[in-house]
């Protein structure tokens, strides 16, 4: 006897030849269940594909995080969100850091994403804010400028001499003065 079927609770019972199986709506909820005689006993079972119950187990499911919540990487109806990607064979999303697209939510937190890996520009590789930089988000892009007047020479500077005040030969913008 094998009630532990994947179907209604109570509803389904299989002996050896008898299996009685469901049918999926459009919005996997079960539409009918039909007893099916079957030639052998039933030893392997196919998981049917339900959103939201944190298995991948095919069909429509690009992923499946165990809810049916939008905006944390795998959508409502277990679509995979844009920014985010599959990690390895799980059905939890991961955020893709240097695609562009900066994402913050309760799993993931990126505060910056200049659509690269590259390290020494201000957006580091794993798509934070490099020390002695500032990152701000424009439209679709980010800007990254290093932090002048911290006595360290990046990006665009061309002297940095510790302080915003010019006259002493780097200016506040730390850009060499005639």
Excluded: K
Excluded at 19 to 36: M, N
Excluded at 131 to 153: I, R
């Amino acid at each position: 006897r094998d009630d532990q079927f994947p179907c209604e609770a109570g509803g389904m019972a299989s002996e050896e030849e008898l299996c009685i199986t469901c049918t999926l709506d459009a919005l996997a909820v079960y539409a009918a269940c039909v007893p099916e005689l079957r030639g052998a006993a039933l030893d392997s079972r196919e998981h049917v594909p339900v959103c939201g119950d944190a298995r991948m187990t095919g069909g429509e499911e690009e992923c499946d995080d165990g809810n049916h919540v939008s905006g944390d990487g795998c959508s409502s109806r277990c679509r995979l969100e844009e920014g985010y990607t599959l990690q390895g064979q799980g059905p939890l999303p991961a955020n893709v850091c240097g695609d562009g697209l900066a994402v913050s939510n309760a799993r993931y937190t990126e505060q910056c994403d200049d659509g690269n890996l590259d390290e020494g520009d201000g957006c580091g590789a794993g798509c934070h804010v490099e020390q002695g930089w500032t990152c701000v988000e424009c439209g679709d892009e980010w800007a990254c400028d290093p932090v002048c007047g911290d006595e360290m020479l990046r990006g665009s500077e061309t002297c940095d001499d510790g302080n915003s005040q010019g006259g002493d030969g780097c200016s506040g913008e730390c850009t060499l003065e005639g």
